[in-house]
Nanobody, 125 residues
Framework: QLQLVESGGGLVQPGGSLRLSCAASGFTLDNYAIGWFRQAPGKEREGVLCINSSGRSTTYADSVKGRFTIARDNAKKMVYLQMNSLKPEDTAVYYC??????????????????WGQGTQVAVSS
């Protein structure tokens, strides 16, 4: 059964850090790009970062440039989102998703076919 499971969310103070994890199962992670998306209350889901099958990352949210990074460990079937210098506006549910076609990234939610259940990130003092 194909699954993506996020973990690592929580409450953090502004300026703090969190690392989100996405555990993949039921498919060969090596061949797929994985994207991280987020959705704040009342807003549309937006692409944050994506990592392709070669390990190259693409940032889709300008607001996270220089603060968030993405990495993958195919042997462990894991993808990570490292979030530093967190701001209150980063508060959202964060999702990882599998790209529906092999290898390449996309910033659109329509380019992904399987999604995790999401993990809540709250940035507040």
């Amino acid at each position: 059964q194909l699954q993506l499971v996020e973990s690592g969310g929580g409450l953090v103070q502004p300026g703090g850090s969190l690392r989100l994890s996405c555990a993949a199962s039921g498919f060969t992670l090596d061949n797929y790009a994985i994207g991280w998306f987020r959705q704040a209350p009342g807003k549309e889901r937006e692409g944050v970062l994506c990592i392709n099958s070669s390990g190259r990352s693409t940032t889709y949210a300008d607001s996270v440039k220089g603060r968030f990074t993405i990495a993958r460990d195919n042997a462990k079937k894991m993808v990570y989102l490292q979030m530093n210098s967190l701001k209150p506006e980063d508060t959202a549910v964060y999702y990882c998703a599998r790209r529906s076609t092999l290898y390449y990234c996309s910033g659109s939610v329509y380019g992904y076919d399987y999604w995790g259940q999401g993990t809540q990130v709250a940035v507040s003092s």
